[in-house]
């Protein structure tokens, strides 16, 4: 048995439970703001959205799957993610708050599951990155899906464009408009593997939006 190996096997032993990952892929989920301030209101939520609403689709996180609860990880701190503030700020912003607490309740929630394979920054920096590679306004406007005031679009031909792209399976989400009786879409993700390089098919495509129409609220 060679001292290489010995080693190897000791420091894998001294490594925390926590720091070991156990997901099986990532799911990057990109919302609608207008979906999502939306269902803030229609939902009665104490807090609505402040500012101007973006109308491009915004980073909401990268979330290791199957959906666990959080080990105890590092902390972030600002400066662990000054090198990429200034495009978290238009890509990833709070439409809620501050935008640090944004991200620093994203990472304590989601990003210390990966973070032996992922550290801070670039767990931040491979969020970018796949948010760079899949434009979905650019995407379901290729296949002639734009947002409408009043206009439906069928649940299925959303999914089938954002496939169109990644040739997998996204997850929609919808909440349910009572006033106009639709579902209305706020959020697409999109899944990727656990080294967060390839694409692979998302589970339930439709989500809670169901079999019928959805509104792509302008």
């Not at 304590?108 to 670039?122: D, N, Y």
């Not at 169109?164 to 899944?191: F, G, M, W």
Request: with cysteine; aromatic share 12%.
């Amino acid at each position: 048995m060679s001292l290489v190996y010995v080693l190897s096997l000791f420091l894998l032993l001294e490594v925390p439970k926590s720091c070991i990952a156990n997901y099986d892929y990532f799911s990057f989920p990109q919302t609608w703001p207008k979906g999502y301030c939306d269902k803030q209101i229609a939902e009665n939520k104490s807090i609505h959205c402040l500012g101007k609403i973006p109308k491009k689709f915004i980073i909401h996180g990268l979330w290791p799957q199957p959906s666990q609860q959080a080990p105890n990880g590092s902390q972030l701190a600002e400066e662990d993610i000054k090198a990429v503030e200034k495009e978290l700020k238009l890509d990833w912003p709070n439409l809620i708050g501050r935008n640090f607490m944004f991200w620093k309740s994203e990472w304590k929630a989601h990003g210390v599951i990966s973070e032996a394979q992922f550290p801070k920054l670039e767990y931040f920096k491979t969020a970018l990155r796949i948010y760079k590679e899949n434009n979905l306004l650019d995407i379901l406007n290729k296949e002639k899906i734009v947002p409408k005031a009043k206009e439906v679009y069928s649940v299925s031909s959303v999914v089938a464009a954002v496939q169109k792209h990644t040739d997998h399976y996204p997850q929609l989400a919808c909440y349910k408009d009572s006033k106009k009786n639709v579902s209305v879409l706020y959020e697409i993700r999109i899944c990727l593997t656990s080294n967060a390089n390839s694409y692979r098919n998302c589970p339930n495509p439709h989500g809670a939006c169901g079999d019928g129409d959805l509104l792509f609220p302008k």
